[in-house]
């Protein structure tokens, strides 16, 4: 992934979660996660809910991301999408 690319994930994260839109509020990456769960990267854990398991080039896109594993994503019934990181335990 080149630097181009990461600027542009980036700077799309940013406005998304800037708002106005489902996003919005969110952490930088909700965007990128949720449409790496709907594209098929991600596992349905129920209800709804997507796991999407990080790669090494998530979290260099995404530093924010920490020692996560993987994201929860989740758009609820007023369509806001809302993700939670968590760690190898699940927290």
Not at 30 to 41: E, R
Not at 44 to 59: M, N, Q
């Amino acid at each position: 992934m080149n630097k181009r690319t990461i600027e542009s994930l980036r700077n799309q994260g940013i406005a998304d979660a800037a708002g106005p839109g489902k996003f919005e509020g969110e952490p930088i990456y909700a965007s990128y996660i949720w449409d790496c769960a709907l594209g098929g990267c991600s596992e349905d854990v129920g209800d709804g809910i997507y796991r999407v398991e990080l790669s090494v080039a998530d979290k260099i896109v995404f530093p924010e991301l920490g020692d996560a594993s993987s994201v929860l994503a989740y758009e609820c019934d007023n369509g806001f999408v809302l993700v939670q990181a968590e760690d190898r335990e699940g927290n």
